[in-house]
């Protein structure tokens, strides 16, 4: 698989899949020793990965991430702009927009930085 299809599939089909094919669908994308560096955590492979994804959508109905621009690819990385939208609980309208930057090794992705405003995030979550 190319790397814009294997980001399309690590973005918009990984984010959307129901919690009990995540592991499996993480583990079609992402390599068994991928790591993924949030600004406040490290993930390790498929596992920690879908559970931050589950952990991710937990406190919000209607979930849709949007592919904003990009994928951008060269040589092994592959980086994209995203937004990530949801209702709170109480109804309030959450949107967060970010940028992906990954590294594609044997057709899977090894390592991943996601960029985003965790500040804002936070916030926003704290009030709802």
Known sequence: MDPVELYRRFLLELWSAP???LERLAAEVVSPDFVGYWPDHVVHGPSGLAEVI???????????????SGPITGEDMVAARWTFSGKLPDGTPYVLRGADVLRVEDGRFAEYWPSYDGVTANAALSSA
């Open 19 to 21: 919690d009990e094919d």
């Open 54 to 68: 589950k952990a991710g959508r937990e406190p919000f109905d209607d979930v849709n991430v949007r592919l904003e």
